[in-house]
């Protein structure tokens, strides 16, 4: 067995100094501490997780925080979710997942106890009433999503406006001129939630940039919203050639309420979607698509958070993952 003295010989610290890496009860510089997290990964050490808490007074047990609130889907939660345990294990942690909507009253409730050592947070608004409480937390957060006012917090996501001008961007290149975005349910527009509205600007922006013709349209996740969206966007937009989605439920029964409108999907209509890879691979036209890094963004959270539990210093407020654009059947030039 691999013992905390063998992890100091291999990174060539004292023992103590391995011991203060791992519960955080004294600030050690970043270089070490990354040395000796390289150490006890080619070691394979393994600290008795029990031990760990009791020396260091911590529980070892992340809070996600994620209100399934109505518009939100959830398999894609679910996705984050999995990748935000998986990250956590490796680091010795447990997760509690809180999903009921509580607010701060339910955030105050956990962090008076002492369930969790820190938190994870999504589902964020622009206008989040957490926010001032996360703020004021003696416990570390990091924030799955940004507010319109991040200072004073560590947020991390996909860049959801450039996702938005990306797509857009890709339908002017290939010549469309008339555009429209099928956006999330209207719930999710009316609380204001960051992802959903950031998608909108973008859009909005690079259409207007790139002198098109654009609407935006909030849609249930029903086929029966979809068919009605379709109808209202050719009713309104009969020059219709490109459409974006940020609605992944949506995403085939809308190609399939177009095509029996009389357009086929990519020859007289080109769809983009902002979803998850298997998604956007497994409809029956393979659309081109903005994929959702939900493991990048669920592991990113847990090792900032992990770098604020350890005492860094220099821990980025904010990461911004890039959109990368993925080509696929739906899309083609405008005929």
């Known amino acids: 067995m691999v013992k905390i003295t063998d992890v100091a010989r291999h990174a060539g610290v004292s023992p103590s100094t391995v011991s203060y890496a791992l519960s955080g009860k004294r600030p050690i510089s970043e270089e070490t501490r990354q040395r000796i ?6 070691l394979g050490y393994r600290p008795h997780a029990g031990a760990r808490a009791l020396a260091s007074s911590r529980s070892n047990v992340l809070a996600l925080v994620v209100p399934l609130r109505t518009g939100i889907h959830v398999p894609v939660v679910m996705q984050f979710a999995v990748s935000v345990v998986t990250a956590a294990r490796r680091h010795d942690h447990d997760v509690l997942l809180l999903t009921q909507e509580e607010g701060e009253d339910g955030l105050r409730r956990v962090a008076d106890t002492a369930l969790v050592d820190a938190l994870i ?3 964020v608004q622009l206008h989040d009433r957490r926010l001032p409480l996360l703020r004021a937390l003696d416990r570390p957060s990091v924030l799955i999503g940004f507010p319109a006012e991040p200072a004073g917090l560590t947020c991390i996501d996909l860049d959801f406006r450039a996702a938005g001008e990306l797509c857009v961007e890709h339908l002017a290149g290939l010549g469309h001129r008339v555009i429209g975005l099928v956006g999330s349910p209207p719930e999710v527009y ?6 959903a509205q950031r998608v909108v600007q973008g859009f909005t922006a690079a ?3 790139n002198g098109l013709s654009s609407s935006v349209h909030p849609c249930e996740a029903t086929p029966a919203a979809a068919r009605q969206v379709a109808e209202q966007l050719l009713r309104e937009r009969p020059a219709l050639t490109g459409v974006v989605v940020h609605n992944e439920p949506v995403l085939e029964p809308l190609i399939d309420a177009f095509e029996a409108l009389g357009l086929r999907v990519p020859g ?3 769809v983009t979607a902002i979803c998850p890879d298997e998604v956007a691979e497994q409809t029956r036209v393979p659309v081109t698509s ?3 890094p939900t493991a990048e963004v669920g592991t990113g959270a847990v090792e900032l958070l992990m770098r604020k539990l350890g005492g860094a210093t220099a821990v980025p407020e904010a990461t911004l993952l890039s959109p990368r654009l993925t080509v696929r059947a739906s899309t083609m030039p405008r005929p």
């Open 207 to 209: 259409a207007d940039r």
């Open 121 to 123: 947070v999504m589902d």
């Open 290 to 292: 903005i994929a959702l």
């Open 268 to 270: 007289d209509l080109s």
């Open 190 to 195: 009316v609380r204001e939630t960051g992802f």
């Open 37 to 42: 997290e390289d150490s006890i990964r080619e």
